[in-house]
């Protein structure tokens, strides 16, 4: 502990300009993660809000969820025979505000249930985000397919389908707008493992996010830099040490030979990264969560403390590996060769 910290003071333009590049990287990986968060929530916040179970939808519909009837006799059988099942729709539209202006919604509709907003015929709840486009509670609002009106009776906070806001309505309602009779999913939470329905092909949480259109190129490809991200500060650490150990080969021979076993030179060097890990870290977190603060409400930025656990425990896994990694050559030293290595 002694030797790494002298060593950093007498480098410390080394260990500053590795500090720095560390705290880049974990800020970027940060944000870049704050952001496939929020973009998670935008695009799927009506799913990835029910508690974990199975979905259900039409196994001709090809896992197209919007392609997918269930049969009302099958339907019914779930409904009884779960307590908890609740059979839905949604179905991307658009809602026209008093002022006569489009605005582009998700509806849903539901059987009764807890884990969707129920309304009346000619309702209908709408996701907060839409209070921004002036609407408010009592509006009426309208849409060409609809022979009658919506009456605005609610908000609810951060319920978001594909990028849109969601949109409860009354069943019949949704039946007349879309002119269909079938629902397109049935839902049961609290499954460990799926049931065999007649026709249905199940799906878990994870596996119907999968479903949605772009959602899973759009997390795919934000994931894919973070992770590279991190694999970048892996090899940031791996090749610095190295270049270090390079130049101290002889330094390494001198304290081999009075004694100094590699373990302790190994503990040394796991010191040094895990003193510029941990600071650059802290630092990062910081500026990270002060963005989760200022970032404006449109932003879909969303960074939790778990995301940012995981990740910090990443980035100090990674910078163990990649010390440890750049610290193999210091066990194959030789003390004789080494300093006459290091004298030429």
Request: proline letters at 2%; hydrophobic letters at 45%; a neutral charge.
């Amino acid at each position: 502990m002694n030797i790494a910290w002298k060593e950093i003071k007498k480098n410390k333009i080394r260990f500053l300009i590795l500090g720095s590049i560390v705290f880049l990287v974990s800020l970027l990986t940060f944000i870049i993660s704050g952001l496939a968060n929020g973009l998670s929530q935008d695009n799927a916040a009506l799913i990835k809000d029910l508690p974990k179970g199975h979905f259900y939808m039409n196994k001709e519909a090809e896992e197209t969820y919007n392609l997918s009837k269930i049969d009302s006799d099958i339907q019914k059988e779930i409904l009884n025979k779960q307590k908890d099942a609740v059979a839905f729709s949604i179905q991307m539209g658009f809602l026209n505000d008093k002022d006569d202006k489009q605005q582009g919604v998700a509806f849903v509709t539901s059987s009764d249930s807890k884990l969707f907003k129920n309304v009346k015929q000619g309702e209908v709840i709408l996701d907060s985000s839409l209070k921004d486009k002036g609407i408010n509670v009592g509006d009426t609002l309208t849409n060409n397919q609809f022979s009658g009106e919506f009456i605005v009776k609610d908000f609810v906070d951060q319920k978001k389908y594909s990028h849109s806001p969601v949109a409860y309505i009354n069943m019949e309602n949704y039946k007349e707008i879309f002119r269909v009779k079938e629902m397109q999913l049935v839902f049961i939470p609290g499954e460990d493992s799926s049931k065999e329905f007649t026709g249905l092909q199940s799906f878990s949480n994870e596996d119907f996010l999968n479903t949605i259109p772009s959602y899973n190129a759009e997390q795919m490809s934000l994931n894919m830099i973070v992770w590279f991200l991190v694999i970048i500060s892996g090899m940031l650490f791996a090749i610095f040490f190295y270049m270090m150990n390079v130049q101290k080969i002889g330094l390494y021979g001198i304290l081999k030979a009075i004694g100094i076993k590699t373990s302790k030179l190994f503990k040394m060097i796991w010191t040094q990264m895990l003193f510029i890990t941990i600071i650059a870290l802290i630092i990062s977190i910081s500026l990270s969560q002060v963005f989760n603060m200022i970032a404006t409400e449109g932003m879909p930025f969303h960074l939790t403390f778990k995301i940012t656990a995981q990740l910090s425990i990443v980035f100090l896994i990674i910078g163990f590996i990649g010390a440890t990694l750049s610290g193999i050559q210091i066990k194959k030293i030789q003390p004789l060769q080494a300093i006459q290595q290091g004298e030429a």
